[in-house]
Structure formats: structure tokens, C-alpha cells
């Protein structure tokens, strides 16, 4: 469906700093090395190609198959910001970030802090921690009365998540009795897991996780359409921008795909030993977006066995920052370190605000000289003097540069990112779309607190080393 709005300017994968011919052959990726991966990648494009939509793909439909419950998102989220003073996300993982990561990218900066008619949307919690004290000071701000809680579990049984929920539910039902159920919205698996029958017990209004949608690809489904449509965010912006990064990842030519061939230089710079991924955007909004990027190529690449089983040990570890403040903080080492790291660099053309340096210290001209500029102009030239101090030090760096931040851009960013994801993984020759690693931690869980079904486990944990005095100190 093309639309006169999809000419919202694309975003661009800029990687000449990637290459040999800007930071040198040691370092450097050769033409010759991305020639010789370009069956990889083309393998990977067709397998996707053929595959979209079926497994553990369904996310790649997202952008095209969701008009109904978008419009079911709309009039219930139409009906929240009419009621409520505050929206609570409970939920971790890939339940957590992809709301955290829009809500920052997409509201106002200081949105909790505003007054109610600026805002415009209920205040906005997310709670992906089981860490007692931020849930009890959670409880002493809410107002129950004007709260809708949002519980968004895809297995309907993650332990940080149900906990919170019995929580919140035994206070609800302690003072509502039988209309608790009106203040809690369910966002789980159709038919799988403990939530979705608990829903239909209490009667909540229920959205649906979609088959073939795990946790860190579900951004795009009412995973995260309902707590943005909460905040008055435009859903339906967000999906065609991920229809228009899609057109762009289904060209077959190679270098012209950009998660295909930022998928290919991710995996040469994985086999030339450059297992660390930086992502640096400038700009605060950004800032849970690198969050968010990390968990999806943490739990999508990393894995033991290759699809033959094999063991690999596959991965690249993601690591985020914030421009600037953490070129005060980490820029040291990503520039004169070890060469084990490839900077992703998110640049914004145009930021929603402009703010203007004022003159002053006329009588000191090491300060006096910033009168005048913006501090837009000052974030990018700092963007830039980074970006020029690594690549003189021979460190691989890309760039993401979205026009501005806005719902589209957004939608386009993160459908990037996860089809960077999924064609980087089919090249690795790894299930992308499993987390055998995080399920033993949830496994073992539910072990130490005695849940039925789980005595074996229990058994293997209680059988662990003790451990030893001589060690503690
Ligand atoms: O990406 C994933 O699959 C995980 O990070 C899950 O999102 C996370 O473990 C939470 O799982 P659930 O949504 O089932 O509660």
C-alpha cells in the first residue's frame, strides 16, 4: 500500500568507514572480502525471501497484515487517554524495550514531568524489574483509580512478570472487587501460557501476540502498537515505515539492500575478530533504542550451536552509548583499545528543536567562540570530530542517519535492525529466533521457588559445587 506519506525521507546506512580504502587494509573491509561473502548474503536474502511470513518469521508481515487490530488498538487506546492519568507496562525483555525504546524516541523528553494538558497521554511506566523497591515506589505514585496496568507476556508464565501481576491484581481486586478486571489490558499468546487463561477467567480485554512473533521482533505487533497508540503516538506511521525500509530490504542487489549488506559486514567484521558492537546515537531520544538493539542482537546471535549443530559460539556483544556524553566516558578506549569493536554511529539531520548559543565571556575567547552556533551544530560536530578521530585510528565505524526522529523514521529503524538481525543470523547459520540461554535462567527459576513440573531441575541445581569460603573474601 503506497501512500502519498510514504515520501517521508529515507533513512540512509552509511559505511565507507567500514571499508579499506578509509580506515586501511589491517582493519579495513576489502572489496575483495565482501565479494567473497556475497553468496552468504544472497543465500540469507533468499532464504528470507521464500521463508517471510511462516516459523518464527511472522514479524516480517507485521507492517501489512494488522488493519483490523489496528483500529481495535486506536478505540481502546482512545478510551485510556480519555480515563487515565497513568498506563503501566508490565513486562521484561522483549515485552519491555521495544515500548520504552518508542515511548523515549517518540514522546517529549521530560513527558512524566509535564502537566496533563500538555501531555496529552497518561504518564508512562514500564516495569521490566523484579527489584522490590522500584515496584513499592511505583505503588506509592500510582493512583489506582486512574490507572490501566498492561500486562505483556508472550508465554504467559515469565516469573518477573506474573509476579508483578499478582501483585497489582490482589490490590485491584481488594478495592474494586469484580471491575479490577477494567483496569488491566492482557497482551499474551492466543492460546499458549497462563496469562491468555487468566484473561478470559477475569475478563480482560485482550490483545493477541501474534504466531511466528518472539519477544525482541514484536515492537511492531500490539506488543508495542498499544502502549504507543496509548501515547498518541501515529501506529500506523510507525508500520509504513517499516513497509518503506522493507521495499528497500527485498532488492536482490546486494549493496543496494541495506540490512543485507550491513548484515554482511557485520559477520566479516565477526570472522576478522571484531566481536563488539557499539551503538553510539546523538541523541537522547535514541538512547533506549540502543537498549533495545542490544537485546535483539544479543538473544538473536548468540548461541552455542550452529544449525548443524555444530559449536560455535556465535555473537557479536552489543555494547550502548550515548553521543555525547560518552565520549567522555568510553571514546578512550573505542579509539585507542583493542581493535576488537565496530561503532554504529545514529545521526539525526534535524532535530525537533533548535537551541541557540548566547553570547557572553566576550573577555575569553576559549569559551566565547560557541557563541553563535547551536548546540545542534555542536552535537554534530562532535558526531563528526568522533567519527574522523576513529577512523584515523583505523576503527571500523558505520552510520545510521535518519532525517529526524519521527514515527515513520522510527518504524523504518527498527525494521532495519531487525532484518540486519535476521539475515546476519541465517549467514551465521544459527536459529535467530531461539533463546535456549535464557530459558535455562527462567527454568531455573522456577525451580528455586518450588514451581511444580520443575523437580528435576531443582534436583540438578541442588547437586551444584558448593561453593567455597576460601574464595569469598
Ligand atoms: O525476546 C525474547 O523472547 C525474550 O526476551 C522475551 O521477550 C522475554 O524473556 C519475556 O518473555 P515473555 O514475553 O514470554 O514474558
Known amino acids: 500500500m503506497v501512500t502519498s506519506k510514504d515520501k517521508t525521507p529515507d533513512i540512509k546506512f552509511d559505511y565507507n568507514n567500514m571499508m579499506s580504502a578509509y580506515i586501511g587494509e589491517e582493519q579495513g573491509i576489502t572489496y575483495d572480502e565482501l565479494r567473497m561473502t556475497r553468496n552468504a548474503a544472497l543465500d540469507a536474502y533468499s532464504y528470507f525471501r521464500l521463508n517471510r511470513g511462516t516459523g518464527w518469521m511472522g514479524w516480517a508481515e507485521l507492517p501489512y497484515n494488522q488493519d483490523e487490530i489496528v483500529k481495535d488498538i486506536l478505540r481502546t487506546a482512545k478510551i485510556v487517554r480519555r480515563n487515565c ?276 565571556c566576550e573577555d575569553f575567547p576559549n569559551v566565547s567562540f560557541l557563541s553563535g552556533h547551536t548546540l545542534n551544530e555542536l552535537i554534530t560536530a562532535e558526531m563528526d570530530a568522533t567519527e574522523y578521530a576513529l577512523t584515523k585510528n583505523h576503527r571500523p565505524n558505520a552510520k545510521i542517519i535518519l532525517p529526524e526522529v519521527n514515527a515513520n523514521t522510527i518504524g523504518q529503524l527498527m525494521f532495519f535492525f531487525m532484518m540486519q538481525t535476521a539475515y546476519a543470523g541465517k549467514m551465521l547459520n544459527i536459529d535467530t529466533f531461539n533463546q535456549p540461554g535464557v530459558e535455562e535462567g527462567k527454568n531455573a527459576t522456577y525451580a528455586l521457588l518450588g514451581r511444580k513440573g520443575y523437580e528435576e531441575k531443582a534436583a540438578e541445581l541442588n547437586s551444584r559445587p558448593v561453593k567455597s569460603e576460601d574464595f569469598i573474601v
Open 85 to 360: 492519568e497513568a498506563f503501566v507496562v508490565l513486562g521484561i525483555g522483549g515485552s519491555a524495550l521495544g515500548p520504552m525504546a518508542v515511548f523515549q524516541a517518540l514522546c517529549h523528553l521530560r513527558h512524566n514531568e509535564l502537566g496533563k494538558r500538555q501531555r496529552k497521554a497518561p504518564k508512562f511506566y514500564v516495569e521490566d524489574n523484579v527489584d522490590p523497591e522500584r515496584m513499592a515506589s511505583l505503588l506509592d505514585i500510582l493512583d489506582l483509580d486512574k490507572t490501566v496496568f498492561n500486562v505483556i507476556t508472550k508465554s504467559g508464565s515469565t516469573s518477573e512478570t506474573m509476579s508483578q501481576y499478582l501483585i497489582i491484581m490482589n490490590m485491584l481486586k481488594a478495592r474494586y472487587g469484580d471491575k479490577a478486571a477494567e483496569h488491566i489490558i492482557a497482551t499474551t499468546d492466543a492460546q499458549k501460557g497462563n496469562l491468555v487463561k487468566l484473561a478470559e477467567k477475569e475478563g480482560f480485554k485482550t490483545y493477541v501476540v501474534p504466531d511466528g512473533v518472539g519477544g525482541r521482533f514484536s515492537e511492531l505487533c500490539p506488543v508495542g502498537l498499544l502502549p504507543a497508540a496509548v501515547l498518541g503516538i501515529d501506529i500506523k506511521e510507525m508500520l509504513r515505515g517499516a513497509r518503506q525500509m522493507d521495499r528497500h530490504c527485498r532488492r536482490s542487489d546486494f549493496k543496494s539492500n541495506p540490512a543485507l549488506v550491513a548484515a554482511a559486514l557485520s559477520v566479516i567484521s565477526m570472522k576478522k575478530g571484531k566481536n563488539i558492537s557499539v551503538m553510539m546515537p546523538y541523541a537522547d531520544s535514541l538512547k533506549l533504542m540502543a537498549d533495545w538493539y542490544c537485546q535483539l542482537w544479543a538473544e538473536s546471535l548468540g548461541k552455542a550451536v550452529d544449525l548443524n549443530g555444530n559449536t560455535v559460539n556465535a555473537g557479536q556483544t552489543p555494547v550502548k552509548a550515548l553521543g555525547v556524553t560518552d565520549q567522555h566516558s568510553q571514546i578512550q578506549l573505542y579509539t585507542e583499545g583493542p581493535f576488537d569493536k565496530v561503532v554504529t554511529f545514529i545521526a539525526v539531520e534535524k532535530y525537533r528543536s533548535e537551541v541557540q548559543i548566547p553570547g557572553g
